[in-house]
Antibody
């Protein structure tokens, strides 16, 4: 059974930083691209970032480019999202998901950016 | 970047009725790399359809997807009480960004 467990969310002031983690199990992690998707309160889904299997290809939404960095540790079956220069509009539940169509989701981790 | 438009924004129907949801892309989506998701309040999204028409594991056959190019449709043949939710389409063609549509809410009439 595929399991994805996101962690690292919390309350942070504007301009601050957070690192999200997503621990994966139940599938061969190193053979799948991984993604972060977010959902602001009461809003729709927004793709945030994708990392290729080996970690050499990374892609970002324009809204986070230059501020967020995705990375992965294949031996630890974990993908990360390093978030810097956080803004109020980054407030959202952040989900990780494998592949390019997202057939598994975790419970998400809430990031709140507020003073 | 491919922009997805979903219509209608809200669909008010009764259990047992047929629901037809539309997703239109600003440019052709390669190889029909189009997915549909269902999301209920307080829950993570659930994959329903990928590749425009392939049902994900465990999805009932009352859900079907069709279309190609720029026009795609999700059909729910007979609405069950648990189908009232928000539905999103997403394109994952060629390379990122993998955009989502704004969603269609299916609510009880």
């Amino acid at each position: 059974e595929v399991q994805l467990v996101e962690s690292g969310g919390g309350l942070v002031q504007p301009g601050g930083s957070l690192r999200l983690s997503c621990a994966a199990s139940g599938f061969t992690f190193s053979t799948y691209a991984m993604n972060w998707v977010r959902q602001a309160p009461g809003k729709g889904l927004e793709w945030v970032s994708t990392i290729s299997t080996g970690g050499y290809g990374t892609y970002y939404a324009d809204s986070v480019k230059g501020r967020f960095t995705i990375s992965r540790d294949n031996p630890k079956n974990t993908v990360y999202l390093h978030m810097n220069s956080l803004r109020a509009e980054d407030t959202a539940v952040y989900y990780c998901a494998p592949k390019y169509y997202f057939d598994s989701w975790g419970q998400g981790t809430l990031v709140t950016v507020s003073s | 970047e491919i922009v997805l438009t979903q219509s209608p924004g809200t669909l008010s129907l009764s259990p047992g009725e047929r629901a037809t949801l539309s997703c239109r892309a600003s440019q052709s989506i390669s190889s029909s790399y189009l997915a549909w998701y269902q999301q209920k309040p307080g829950q993570a999204p659930r994959l329903l359809i990928y590749g425009a028409s392939s049902r994900a594991t465990g999805i009932p056959d009352r859900f079907s997807g069709s279309g190609s190019g720029t026009d795609f449709t999700l059909t729910i043949s007979r609405l069950e009480p648990e189908d009232f939710a928000v539905y999103y389409c997403q394109q994952y063609g060629s390379s990122p960004p993998f955009t989502f549509g704004p969603g269609t809410k299916v609510d009880i009439k």
